[in-house]
């Protein structure tokens, strides 16, 4: 999902761009990863275990992808001389906060994926001293499955839905991200963590009737509901809103608002 966009956006720029998937690349595999790396002045591992729920019952797979592929993206970008940016995850939070977590919040993730991503960031912090770490979350985005193209689907199909209103987190446009992380190497931002998420803050709830207000249905058909009526194998947290000082500190702008960043993007995430 972020790949797709980032590439699309990287090409229209003219940049000199490699890309690769999986098929072509497996970033646990320690030779093929340091060929790929080798001749690029910046790497943006896209790849990643994204299945939250199935990392609970699969973790040491999705450690594999999350924590040791990270960890020798950053050993080859070290030795190719090469700047590497991760992508991460609110998830690495705990989710108990009542205000934005600042970029060093302490780490403590409370799902099995955020375990992996939480040592994937330690992993690019001490393989690749030339790195920028960018936590995202709640993304969406035109390619590939996401909650917008489902609660649409879902609303269309049988005429209402219950969505959680006691989780609060950023909706984020993979375009967006994919923006931010361009400005940042732009930028040559100094190495460190920084959060790539929209502005402002709605539970899944508030997203949802934009979402079907954006596919052009009654928003009021969404009710409420509590997590407790809702339980998954991987907890998730409640409140999961990044704050945004380590981007102004260096003069680049956080991404909008989330419910402005919708409007521009639905009609494209919709279709
Ligand atoms: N989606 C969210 O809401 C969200 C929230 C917070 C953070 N993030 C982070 O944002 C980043 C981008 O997420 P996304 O939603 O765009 O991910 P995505 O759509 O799930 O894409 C992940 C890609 O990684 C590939 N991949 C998996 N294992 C691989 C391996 N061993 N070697 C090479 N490629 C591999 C997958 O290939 P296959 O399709 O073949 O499996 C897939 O193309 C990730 O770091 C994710 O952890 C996402």
């Given at each position: ?10 090409l ?5 761009v ?26 943006v ?49 705990g ?92 930028a ?84």
């Amino acid at each position: 999902m972020l790949g797709q966009d980032l590439v699309e956006q990287l090409l229209a720029r003219g940049d000199e761009v490699t890309i690769t998937d999986r098929d072509e690349i497996d970033i646990t595999d320690a030779d093929a990863v340091d060929a790929a790396v080798a001749g690029h002045d910046v790497v943006v591992n896209c790849a990643a275990w994204t299945a939250v729920d199935d990392a609970e019952t699969h973790e040491a797979a999705a450690f594999a992808v999350n924590a040791v592929g990270p960890q020798l993206l950053a050993r080859a970008a070290h030795t190719h001389h090469a700047r590497l940016v991760q992508v991460s995850t609110d998830y690495i939070f705990g989710g108990a906060a009542t205000a934005p977590y600042p970029e060093d919040a302490p780490a403590a993730p409370r799902s099995a994926y955020g375990r992996t991503k939480v040592a994937g960031e330690w992993a690019v912090r001490a393989e690749a001293p030339d790195h920028l770490i960018v936590r995202t979350a709640w993304l969406y985005g035109a390619h590939g499955a996401s909650f917008p193209k489902t609660i649409a689907r879902l609303v269309a199909e049988r005429g209402g839905l219950d969505v959680v209103d006691d989780q609060v987190g950023q909706p984020t446009w993979t375009w967006d991200l994919a923006d931010l992380i361009i400005r940042l190497v732009v930028a040559h931002a100094p190495s460190g963590t920084y959060h790539g998420t929209s502005s402002g803050l709605a539970s899944w709830h508030t997203f949802a009737q934009a979402v079907v207000a954006a596919a052009g249905m009654d928003p009021q058909v969404v009710k409420p509901t509590t997590s407790a009526a809702f339980v998954r194998p991987a907890p998730r947290p409640s409140y999961s809103v990044l704050g945004h000082d380590a981007l102004s500190a260096i003069g680049v702008a956080p991404i909008d608002d989330w419910a402005q960043r919708w409007a521009a993007a639905s009609s494209s995430v919709l279709g």
